[in-house]
Every structure is written in C-alpha cells, then in structure tokens.
C-alpha cells in the first residue's frame, strides 16, 4: 500500500537558522509531490509542487524541495527560518491514477 | 474570487443531533473533497467527488453522507453524532482533466465537537 512518512512529528529550530523537514513516501507507481502549510487556525495551502521535470522545486515564502527517486522522498528546506515560519506542514503525495495521501504533519517550532 | 467557503466556522452538537456543514467553491473545480483532521493524525479523506451528480467513499466515511446536485457545492450531513466526530473540517477542492493532477485548495476550517 502506498504512504507517506514524515519522519520527525515536532521540529524546534532557533530563528534565521536553516531547517530540513523530511518526508519519505512508498509507491510503486510514478508520484506527483506536494508540501502543504498550515498556520494556526486556518485551512492548508500550496507550499510547492512536483509533478514533472526539475527534481529542485522552488516554492513560496523561501522554501525548497528536492525529489529524490532513488530514496523516494521529498525533503523540505529553507537556509534560514523566520517566527512566521512557525506552522505544521504536510507533505502528500499522489501516486498517478490514485488519490491523495497525506502524511500526518510537522510541527515546526520557531525559537527566539 | 471566494475560493473555497466553509460555514459554520465553529458549532457544538449534542450526541445523536445531526447536522450539515457547508462547501462551496467558485474556482469551477470538478473534484472535492471533504477530510477529517484530529491532531497528530494529519488528514483523512471522509468523501470525495469527481463531478455534479457523482460522490464515492474515502478512508473513513461511517457516520457521514454527501451530496453534489451542483459543480459548486459539496455538503457534508452528520446523522446521530458522537463524540468520536469531534474534529476539524476541511472541504478541499482540485481542478483534474485527463491524466492532469492540480493541487488541492483547502477551506478554512470548520471545528466540531459533540459532547
């Protein structure tokens, strides 16, 4: 069965430092990628997307994702995080022909 | 454009009232779809549809029903609510065409408990 794993559930990092939020996922077809933002009370939005072509994935606000085939995953990142920064992200994943999954969150903690 | 509007934002149900939470969409998206999220257990698709007229179950259906009589809005109706309904709603909504896949846009929310 395909899923998705964000391997770290919480992730403190202090303010203008870099962070990684990992996501593995296991499919045995070809995926499309997804990160999604939520912040404190809202609903989710589009961070990035890979669906074809360049494995680097620029998205809003600073952040980035590289799709690794070969490890099957979708890496998160941003060289240097502000307070507002502070929110859950998830990634998804939609094996082809297939309905999204989503994997259970990261709750990135922003310190001062 | 509204995007994706939920109503209400926040309601409190006894066990066994019933209700209907509220979707709408003015982006024209043939998909919708409507998730749970219960903290630390991310989103779980209660129902989806692909079109006015069509509906399928998702992970967790029991205990919900749907309905798409328009390409604008996806109702979610609750019968004889329980306790283990307390959640957060989200109504979400994708534009697919083929083999196309477009991102979800998500609505903001609506937060249910049953006491």
């Known amino acids: 069965a395909q899923s998705v794993t964000q391997l770290d559930s919480q992730v403190p990092v202090f303010e203008e430092a870099p962070v990684e939020l990992r996501c593995n996922y296991s499919s045995s077809v070809s995926v499309y990628l997804f990160w999604y933002v939520q912040y404190p009370n809202q609903g989710l939005q589009l961070l990035l997307k890979y669906l074809s072509g360049s494995t680097l994935v620029k998205g809003i606000n600073g952040f980035e994702a590289e799709f690794n085939k070969s490890q099957t995953s979708f890496h998160l990142r941003k060289p240097s995080v502000h307070i507002s920064d502070t929110a859950e992200y998830f990634c998804a994943v939609i094996p082809r022909g297939d309905k999204i999954i989503f994997g259970k969150g990261t709750r990135l903690h922003i310190l001062p | 454009n509204a995007g994706v509007t939920q109503t209400p934002k926040f309601r409190i149900l006894k066990i066994g009232q019933s209700m209907t939470l509220q979707c709408a969409q003015d982006?024209?998206?043939?998909?919708m779809y409507w998730y749970r999220q219960d903290p630390g257990m991310g989103l779980k698709l209660i129902y989806y549809?692909?079109?006015?007229?069509?509906?399928d179950k998702g992970e967790v259906p029991n205990g919900y029903n749907v309905s798409r009589s328009t390409t604008e809005d996806f109702p979610l109706r609750l019968e004889l609510a329980a306790p283990s309904q307390t959640s957060v709603y989200f109504c979400?909504?994708?534009?697919?065409?083929?083999?196309?896949?477009?991102?979800?846009?998500f609505g903001p929310g609506t937060r249910l408990t049953v006491l």
């Open positions: 549809s692909v079109g006015a007229g069509i509906t």
């Open positions: 982006m024209n998206h043939n998909y």
């Open positions: 979400a909504s994708s534009y697919r065409a083929g083999g196309s896949y477009n991102e979800q846009f």
